[in-house]
């Protein structure tokens, strides 16, 4: 876990060795990267941090799109650990486990700046729950008066396919909670991740279900917040750390849930969701 203040403080520690040493530093600018699937198509993805190493060598945690200072000159091994928001918090920023670092030899030249554009790929042989919306939804709605709809891609979003879940909320359909469906999830680590695109008006509240001891419970842990800005709502993607909440002694039948509901008065809203991935 790091914070952007300290990498900044770092970058700063950085040059001022460089000019007390008498050094010039080479510089690599961090390209936004991209996440790339088995197949070779790009997917979505929100990578805001990236931590970096020369030879295995920590050089700092720096924001995409920066330009990082390094002291070095010829050919040199770069490697990139792909950084996330976890739970969409600012101030909390984790290496993401299920992807895997990108590593590129670069050539550092003092005084130039080198431009690299990192591809991320999972890790080989991961076990995952999916809920891409191309056969079906994959939830089970509980108590709830609002309906999860399958409508056709409208291409805003970055390697969607042919469909995504839609949520119209009003008044007499004003809460909607949809719990995994298909097997359960039996975690036996504290590694486990909800991935989830979506665009709302709204906030959405994701959480976990299970029972112990015969009675069922289900906790909220996260929040998803409204994208909309103005007359636009834009495809956002947030990474929600559900091994905390699921690491619960007796725990059986773990699934997580996400719900919508009209707040603060409001007589409409709507939710759209994409690409869930556990």
């Known amino acids: 876990m790091t914070r952007h203040t300290p ?7 950085l040059l001022a060795a460089c000019k007390k040493d008498g050094a ?7 390209n936004t990267p991209v996440v790339v699937d088995g197949s070779g198509h790009i997917v979505s993805s929100k990578i805001t941090d990236l931590w970096v190493y020369v030879n295995d060598a920590p050089a700092g945690v720096w924001e995409t799109g920066r330009t990082v200072p390094l002291i070095g000159e010829g050919q040199q091994r770069l490697k990139l650990t792909a950084g996330v928001r976890n739970n969409g918090v600012t101030n909390d920023r984790i290496q993401y486990p299920p992807y895997a ?7 550092l030249t ?3 700046t080198t431009e690299v ?9 991961l ?24 409508l056709p891609s409208d291409s805003t979003l970055v390697g969607q396919g042919s469909h995504y879940g839609h949520i119209a909320l009003e008044t007499d359909h004003s809460v909607y909670t949809g719990v995994s469906s298909g097997d359960p999830f039996y975690i036996n680590g504290p590694t486990a991740f909800l991935e989830m695109d979506y665009r709302s008006d709204t906030r959405i509240e994701v959480g976990v279900r299970y029972m112990s001891a015969g009675t069922t419970y289900q906790v909220a842990y996260a929040y998803a917040a409204p994208t909309k800005q103005g007359d636009s709502t834009p495809w956002n993607k947030v990474y929600i750390d559900l091994g905390t909440p699921w690491t619960v002694a007796g725990a059986v039948d773990e699934r997580f ?5 009209l707040e603060n008065g409001a007589t409409t809203g709507v939710v759209d969701v994409d690409n869930l991935k556990v």
């Not at 990498?7 to 520690?13: E, G, K, Q």
């Not at 554009?117 to 042989?125: A, I, K, L, M, R």
């Open 117 to 125: 554009s990192p591809q991320f790929h999972y890790y080989p042989n």
């Open 127 to 150: 076990n995952y729950w999916l809920a891409d919306f191309e056969t079906g939804d994959r939830f089970d709605t509980v108590a709830c008066t609002a309906f999860l709809q399958r």
């Open 24 to 30: 010039i530093p080479a510089y690599v600018h961090l």
């Open 257 to 261: 849930y996400i719900q919508a509901k």
């Open 7 to 13: 990498a900044a403080c770092l970058a700063v520690l």
């Open 110 to 112: 003092p005084g130039q």
């Open 101 to 107: 670092s990108w590593e590129q030899e670069v050539l």
